[in-house]
Nanobody, 117 residues
Framework: QVQLVESGGGLVQAGGSLRLSCAASTIIFRIYDMGWYRQAPGKQRELVAAITSGGSTNYADSVKGRFTISRDNAKKTVYLQMNSLKPEDTAVYYC???????????WGQGTQVTVSS
């Protein structure tokens, strides 16, 4: 089993920054691809950013140039640095990992990010 615990959410004004953290319980964290998703009220959960075990990254078009995903394998933690935040970034942000076919997903409990205009 994998446990994921997010932290770092909060209330920030538009244009501000936040850094989310996700700590994983597994001791072989380094081999897992990791992702950050978000879900706004009334909307589907969407992928924000992902990072492979090798460090390759990809981003949703809406956050490119503003958000940066990174990982520290020694700390078993993945980060999401969010800059130039916009009100439309308001959502619950979830950490994710998974594997297998079919894929088995693991989710954190989520952390609320609220951006005021």
């Amino acid at each position: 089993q994998v446990q994921l615990v997010e932290s770092g959410g909060g209330l920030v004004q538009a244009g501000g920054s936040l850094r989310l953290s996700c700590a994983a319980s597994t001791i072989i964290f380094r081999i897992y691809d990791m992702g950050w998703y978000r879900q706004a009220p009334g909307k589907q959960r969407e992928l924000v950013a992902a990072i492979t075990s090798g460090g390759s990254t990809n981003y949703a078009d809406s956050v490119k140039g503003r958000f940066t995903i990174s990982r520290d394998n020694a700390k078993k933690t993945v980060y999401l640095q969010m800059n130039s935040l916009k009100p439309e970034d308001t959502a619950v942000y979830y950490c994710n990992t998974g594997w297998g076919a079919p894929r088995k997903n693991y989710w954190g409990q989520g952390t609320q990010v609220t951006v005021s205009s």
